[in-house]
């Protein structure tokens, strides 16, 4: 019997061990069955996991149209992106990084990864560029004083897809603080005609009595 409760003290004390010791994987390392292995550098991936804890994987490096720009565990590397057909490239890929990609000349995009297509650029009459139109921006001009009413006022230049949403949204919210100007005023008329019909009938019961 007390072989039996040696032996299970043994196999618990073996389990606890193994437990401990792959809960406590470095920052630099993942976990793997019951062992921690180191994770393969950037432009590497995976191809065959540590045999001893705390070991090293045996990592290979990415594939020509493939890359790996961080510390991994990864069993493939990512394709590399493309530029789309109104992008031209700014860096090729490589094992550690993703190509890049711009709008072409004349053409720009301004949101993060520019997931639209490229806009084309709006033109200034002459001498009234502020700043060039890039890849990321479109051109700034300045306005003449009879289009702005005074002197020295800028506008950008705005497509005119984002012109119409932000009339709209300018009528939106016109009508939305009209109809709150109508619900308060009709509340306070409301309010003033229940006071008024309660101080009413308050005078007449005191006429009565």
Known sequence: MARQEHLLLLI???IVCSVNSTS???TNE???DTLCCQLCPAGTYIFKQCQENHGKSECIPCESGFFMNHNNSESSCFRCSQCRDDQE???ECF?????ECQCKQGTYCNSENCVERCLSCSSCPKDKVIRQCNATMNTLCEMSDSESGQSGFHCLCLPKALN??????AVIIIIAAVIIIIAAVIKTSWYFCKRGE???LSSNTLTEL
């Open 89 to 91: 490239e700014v860096s």
């Open 30 to 32: 993942f976990q793997f």
């Open 95 to 99: 094992q550690t990084s993703d190509r």
């Open 198 to 200: 309660e101080i009413r």
């Open 164 to 169: 119409i949403v932000v009339v709209i949204a």
């Open 12 to 14: 618990l004390w073996v």
């Open 24 to 26: 406590q994987c470095g």
